[in-house]
């Protein structure tokens, strides 16, 4: 069974950069097992719908949405099995339950039902 968990600070000050983990188990982040899975950083800000961050493919490479792309950076740890998200120049307006999950199509679902496999969701609050 695949579990994916978050983990990070709840409370991030404006300006500062947003580091939060992914640590999961069942499957590799790495590209040892048939299965080649697309791994997610997504947000839901609160009242808004669900937005995508990017993703880390098995093999390494990084692929972001072009709104975040200048203050975003996803990168791994394989000997670990974890993938973290750093966002840096945070605003109030990144405030948002962050999610990470993983999906077979590098093309990311529109809500978080399409994913395969997801993380509960970590509340991230900006402010000073």
């Known amino acids: 069974q695949v579990h994916l968990q978050e983990s990070g600070p709840g409370l991030v000050k404006p300006s500062q950069t947003l580091s939060l983990t992914c640590s999961v188990s069942?499957?590799?982040?790495?590209?040892?097992?048939?299965?080649?899975?697309?791994w997610n950083w997504v947000r839901q800000p609160p009242g808004k719908g669900l937005e995508w961050i990017g993703y880390?493919?098995?093999?390494?490479?990084?692929y972001y949405s072009p709104s975040l792309k200048s203050r975003t950076s996803i990168s791994r740890d394989t000997s670990k099995n974890q993938f973290t998200l750093q966002l840096m120049s945070v605003t109030p307006e990144d405030t948002a339950v962050y999610y990470c999950?993983?999906?077979?199509?590098?093309?990311?679902?529109?809500?978080?039902?399409?994913?395969?496999?997801r993380g509960q969701g970590t509340q991230v609050t900006v402010s000073s």
């Open positions: 999950a993983a999906t077979l199509d590098p093309k990311p679902p529109r809500d978080l039902n399409g994913y395969d496999y």
């Open positions: 069942g499957e590799s982040i790495a590209p040892i097992t048939p299965n080649y899975y697309y």
């Open positions: 880390i493919a098995e093999d390494g490479s990084t």
